[in-house]
């Protein structure tokens, strides 16, 4: 059984261009996936990280519908407790009312950033430490079901009231995303490029407590999303050099040195540390990279390993150009499959 594959783009800056310029080159991205055949675009939320430029997702959720006309298009997701859960209910409202049939809403519960960023996006130390995403959670459906008639907000609509709010989906890179999603009978999306616990488990946990919510636009049944990270391209000599910038990114993170994503070149002539290397060796237990058939492959073995439904390629390249031809090296894998 061959999995479907969409894309979780994080509009990466590279090094030597501008941060704007990466908003540009994720529209750029979803026009070429789409006509590539990919199932769905999800776009993050970072805050003040200096290699991801995807601050906005709902901006770049409303832009990427608009440049495309099949493809779904989402948020991987929505942090919500960076956000009050009426302004999430209104805007993915008026997203669904735009595109209909076309939006994902994507759940998360991490700020995204670091402790101080987080601070200033919630305004109070109390909302940093409060662990309240239940309450957020049923608060956001509040707005489109209705509250039970003695809630304070009772009164409150999140319009357009004709139209539902987008399937929903909760995130996850540990089990208690799985456990919650199974809890509402939403879909799934596991972290699986960085998550720490083991996406089998995750799924499986998913799977084994999922309860139908009975809501428009959620599953009758389990339905999971794998993330993984890729790197493909027409040779592996050529992957393992893209490999290595995207590595040298992660342990920049890491190590709290963030910067612009680093360009091949780059990658080869720094001074790599021991502990640098070790903490680069990392990288390959999250990512496949190689020929496209051999990446096409491993994600497909890591996704029916998950017991996913669908994989979802999150792809950091320096040169957008290459980081499409990525993308469509393993769609042309997939129709031969098909074939």
Do not use: C
């Amino acid at each position: 059984m061959t999995l479907p594959l969409s894309v979780l783009d994080l509009s990466p800056i590279a090094s030597g261009r501008t941060p704007s310029s990466a908003l540009h080159e994720t529209i750029e991205l979803a026009r070429a996936v789409e006509a590539d055949g990919y199932e769905r675009f999800w776009v993050a939320e970072h805050h003040n990280i200096a290699s991801v430029a995807s601050s906005a997702p709902e901006v770049m959720i409303a832009a990427v519908a608009a440049a495309t006309s099949r493809i779904r298009v989402g948020a991987g997701g929505i942090m919500l407790p960076n956000h009050a859960p009426l302004k999430v209910a209104e805007t993915f409202r008026v997203l669904a009312g735009l595109h209909p049939d076309r939006i994902d809403l994507g759940i998360g519960r991490a700020p995204g950033t670091d402790q101080l960023t987080a601070l200033a996006l919630r305004r109070s130390r109390e909302a940093l430490v409060a662990n309240d995403f239940p309450a957020q959670f049923n608060e956001l459906l509040g707005y489109v079901d209705g509250f039970p008639g003695d809630h304070p907000f009772a009164p409150i609509v999140a319009q357009p009231t004709d139209v539902p709010l987008p399937p929903v989906w909760i995130l996850g890179s540990s089990l208690y995303g799985a456990q919650a999603a199974a809890a509402y009978g939403t879909g799934f999306a596991f972290a699986g490029h960085f998550g720490d616990a083991d996406p089998a488990e995750a799924i499986g946990i998913y799977r084994q407590q999922f309860q139908p919510s009975g809501r428009p636009g959620d599953p009758t049944e389990p339905r999971a999303i794998l993330a993984v990270s890729a790197i493909a391209a027409e040779t592996a000599q050529r992957a393992d050099e893209l490999g290595l910038a995207a590595a040298l990114s992660m342990v920049r993170l890491r190590s709290g040195h963030p910067g612009p994503l680093p360009s091949p070149e780059e990658a080869a002539g720094y001074p790599w540390t021991e502990a640098e290397r070790h903490m680069a060796s990392a990288f390959s237990r999250f990512a496949t990279v190689g020929d496209a058939a051999t990446v096409y492959e491993g994600i497909q073995r890591r996704g029916r390993s998950a017991a996913a439904d669908e994989v979802m390629v999150t792809t950091t390249i320096h040169d957008p150009a290459e980081r499409r031809r990525s993308y469509s090296l393993l769609s042309e894998v997939a129709r031969t499959v098909a074939a």
